[in-house]
């Protein structure tokens, strides 16, 4: 049905940079919203940041200032650009990516869909 993609993850030293990226594709009638999570070793996953279809986001208190979720033009791709890492954002990084399947008169077929994750490690 959808399958996401997800790529940019690595090894980068505190302070540095990196940038995620998730491609969805299959059949669906729309994508709704899109988000970033991360699971740290002993961890319960965690929202990272989120973005509506209209381009409304909303991030974790904290990563607030340091990372910025944006959209593709084509809509089916979700970024993270991540800058001035700390350690403590070493996780898997996960999209989360809401899609309508199809819509009739009566029903709305609505899922949410993860990709396969991503690790980022930040060395101090």
């Known amino acids: 049905q959808v399958q996401l993609v997800e790529s940019g993850g690595g090894l980068v030293q505190a302070g540095g940079s990196l940038r995620l990226s998730c491609a969805a594709s299959?059949?669906?009638?729309?994508?709704?919203?899109m988000g970033w999570y991360r699971q740290a070793p002993g961890k319960q996953r965690e929202l990272v940041a989120a973005?509506?279809?209209?381009?409304?986001?909303s991030y974790a208190d904290s990563v607030k200032g340091r990372f910025t979720i944006s959209r593709g033009n084509a809509k089916n791709t979700v970024y993270l650009q991540m800058s001035s890492l700390k350690s403590e954002d070493t996780a898997v990084y996960y999209c989360?990516?809401?899609?309508?399947?199809?819509?009739?008169?009566?029903?709305?077929?609505?899922?949410?869909?993860w990709g396969q994750g991503t690790q980022v490690t930040v060395s101090s």
């Open positions: 299959g059949s669906f009638f729309s994508i709704n919203a």
């Open positions: 989360n990516v809401g899609v309508t399947l199809s819509r009739t008169y009566y029903y709305t077929d609505e899922r949410d869909f």
């Open positions: 973005i509506t279809s209209g381009g409304s986001t």
